[in-house]
């Protein structure tokens, strides 16, 4: 096989003579195989380009993503802070209401009950996911949740106070 060779004829114009080349076989198995590691090289290459081309089109779209998170997300701390506005002033109305009907105001530890850790359970982010947006979004939530409970309390309270003023105004109309 090493000793086989092809010949390759040269046939040029009318004047000149005829040239031949002797080519051996492994020469031509060897060009081949380089060519097709060759064209291997180019089509992983090729793979390679259109994948970062791909991945370069996700991630663009991964960061319009976040843009558009980190907006809402300031949209929604908005909304907490007049949320949170709002309560306070339900808060004082409450209190002056129990103040009239001679109710004892509710005191600030009970206002702070539940208020504390974190207490998301699956909301937990992944190690080296810790980010400002993250904390951003793990502040609103403990806040809707604390206001959420505020909400509660002072829903119980007004039931009281309503409560208390039927009771008050059933006492009044029994009386001569």
């Known amino acids: 096989m090493f000793r086989k060779r092809l010949t390759i004829v040269v046939v040029p114009g009318s004047s000149a003579r005829t040239k031949e080349h002797n080519i051996p076989y492994i020469l031509l198995y060897l060009s081949t195989l380089m060519l097709i590691a060759v064209l291997a090289g180019m089509g992983l290459i090729t793979v390679n380009y259109l994948r970062n081309k ?25 909304t907490v802070a007049s949320f949170k506005e709002q309560m306070g002033k339900l808060q004082s109305h409450g209190d002056m209401l129990r103040v009239l009907v001679d109710l004892p105001e509710i ?25 400002r947006s993250v904390e951003r979004a793990q502040r609103v939530q403990m806040e809707t949740d604390q ?10 309270s007004f039931e009281e106070i309503e409560r208390h003023l039927t009771e008050n105004q059933r006492m009044l109309d029994h009386t001569p």
């Open 147 to 156: 206001l959420l409970r505020g909400a509660k309390l002072e829903m119980a």
């Open 54 to 78: 791909a991945d370069l089109v996700y991630v663009s779209r991964l960061e319009e993503e976040n843009m558009v998170l980190a907006n809402q997300l300031e949209t929604v701390e908005l």
């Open 107 to 131: 005191d600030e530890d009970t206002r702070k009950v539940g208020v504390g850790g974190p207490g998301y359970g699956s909301n937990e982010v992944p190690v080296g996911f810790e980010s």
